[in-house]
DNA sequence: TTTATTTACGCAATCGTTCCCGGAAAAATC
DNA sequence: GATTTTTCCGGGAACGATTGCGTAAATAAA
């Protein structure tokens, strides 16, 4: 069943004008009278008439529709992104249309090719850790399709990107761990190819360096599928735990990598702090309940999430091609359990 | 900038026909010699065309699309649900638009009167704790609009509905409780208007009859804003550490209840269990990792996220008016620690 | 050869809205 | 009283796609 909207052609036909007449009185128009005005306002509003914003979109050539793509959405860091993207979008009048790439290049792919088929106005992408190939979203850009890239950047592309200070954070967190005591500090890490991995794991190592304290490679692992696969994360801690010098802590690059390897810490019957020290990046609410206190690398999720729509949002309505970008980049903080 | 699609009358100019031969071409009607439509495809993969959904929502009066509110994205039950949400309904090719109510009724009128703005074709809504006027969404129904409950359901009107089995699912927990040798078992829960508080408060209640306790109604705790806000969880503990006969187990009937309990808990220094035994609803991937090993209650939120979805799709697209209205009923899992 | 039937395509309306253009009536100016 | 200027409104095209109807040419049947 179909419920019939009102449509400035019903107006019309009740008051005996064209719809040309009762657009304009709509809109305010200065041409039409002031009594003509009230007519129509009084019978639209009886009529709860409301303006097709499809017919505005066809005639517009905008949706007034953003895409966001994520990996998860069950994800504090990227759900509490999406709340500042929705508080930007949904004051300026935009929907937002949320996707996920569960990690996946594939699902990102179709994602992308499907938003940008619904004739969204711009996208907000943290990319896949899968996402090699960019050539989709760079032929997308090159279109002149906006985009802004937060959290997970894609450097080859010009675009506005908005992310944390990661090598510090990185920094702060495995400095936090050396000056806990902890000597030999293990890393674990998502895709290789991300660009947070690669900033998070050089923060990891400078903090070393300054130390002084030198580690092999095999020391950092990387998890292809960024903890999605708990496994992954599994496999990763216990290759760690049989090097030939096992570490002593593990820093961890993102949400899940840090539940994940609590996860298999308690699985192989570690203690943390005291077999295994363990810090990294999580935006979850409940750090604070887990069963080992542990120290987190916060990152300020909404406000990621405002400052890259307000950056997505000024790319769209600019009237001429935007060459200036830049790029935001927001400080982390490092909680400890009190 | 804007990025110019190529549409049809753009092939049918290239190649000197009529649009109308174009777009039956490009449909493969019968009434379009082989030659032509394999012209007007080579043409239109050349061109990269996509036919212009915008335009297609205009002619047929609907959009593919469909609207999700829940009280909170950042709520492991919800965006599982969402989860299941998008994939039954991607499957099928259409959006997904999800809005978030924050437990506000103010919110969730807004978001409504938003949604129905962008002509979705249907809802899908697990109503806010504040919700108590239903006036917006019995507008909204009345006039024939798709609208499936889930979660959090609105009996008076008469539509599609997917919840659990919340009554047996607090029997559960509560006689778990009970079970472990607690004899005066509290209770937290949410808005009083809500089903899901009247269906688990009821559970709660049975249980305790069955063992035949009788307990005073005070050990009840409502929180209005369902956890939203975390002093209020706290008060509500504290209150019930305040009642003369001080209860010794507390019931959850929420993600966030549950785990803002444990907060309070551990704030006032109680020990779980020993202190302070405490099981409730939870779908939080975490709980296994916290400091207490507690009971919960879980939901097949992605199953519910699917069986909604497919029920609201039959609903759209059903040529005549629905009459007969189904109630699915999932059934919970009690999660005991290993 | 004439008529009937296909085949293959074009014309134009439609969806809801905006906006350019043109024009009648009223008001202002000379 | 005649002309110019406002004021106020309607006609119709446009956005991109679909579709009922009409029709020329090609083919089949008579």
């Known amino acids: 069943m179909k419920y019939k909207a009102a449509t400035i052609k019903d107006i019309a036909q009740a008051l005996g004008l064209s719809t ?9 128009s200065h041409e039409i009278s002031a009594a003509t005005k009230q007519l129509v306002l009084d019978h639209a509003a009886q009529l709860n ?38 508080s930007v979008a949904n004051e300026k009048g ?17 994602t992308l090719q499907y938003l940008a088929s619904r004739s969204i106005d711009g996208l907000l992408i943290s990319v896949s850790s899968a996402t090699k190939d960019l050539l989709p979203l760079k032929a997308l850009h090159q279109y002149g399709f906006p985009i ?28 936090h761990l050396l000056q806990q005591g902890y000597k030999r500090v293990g890393c674990i890490t998502n895709s ?53 010098k096992r570490p002593d802590a593990i820093f961890a690059t993102s949400d899940k990598l840090t539940t994940g390897c609590m ?7 570690m203690a943390i702090p005291e077999d295994m020290g363990l810090t990294g990046f999580s935006n979850s609410d409940l750090i604070e309940l887990l069963h080992a206190p542990i120290t987190v690398v916060r ?40």
Chains 1, 2 share one sequence.
Do not use: W
């Open 20 to 28: 040309s007449t009762v657009s304009r009185a709509l809109r305010d």
């Open 49 to 86: 008439y409301h303006p097709n914003p499809i017919a505005l979109s066809l005639k517009e050539k905008k949706s007034r529709s953003i895409g966001v793509i994520v990996s998860e959405i069950a994800n504090s860091f990227f759900s509490q992104t999406i709340n500042g993207i929705e």
């Open 94 to 110: 935009y929907t937002v249309i949320i996707s996920q790439s569960h990690e996946s290049f594939e699902k990102e792919v179709r």
């Open 148 to 175: 802004v890239f937060f959290d997970r950047i894609v450097e080859e592309i010009a675009t506005h990107q908005v992310r944390v200070d990661n090598f510090q954070g990185a920094y702060n967190a495995t400095t």
């Open 192 to 244: 290789a190819h991300l660009s947070i991995t690669r900033e998070r794991v050089a923060g990891y190592v400078a903090a070393l360096d300054k130390a002084g304290i030198r580690l092999p490679a095999s020391l950092v692992k990387y998890c292809f599928h960024g903890g999605m696969l708990q496994e992954e994360v599994a496999d990763a801690v216990q290759e760690l735990l049989q090097e030939k």
């Open 263 to 269: 996860r298999a810490l308690k699985k192989a019957k």
């Open 299 to 338: 990152q300020p999720a909404f406000e990621m999430g405002q400052v890259a729509t307000e950056l997505l949002l000024q790319l769209i309505e600019s009237k001429r091609p935007v060459k200036d970008f830049e790029t935001k980049v927001l400080q982390t903080s490092l909680i400890t359990p009190s």
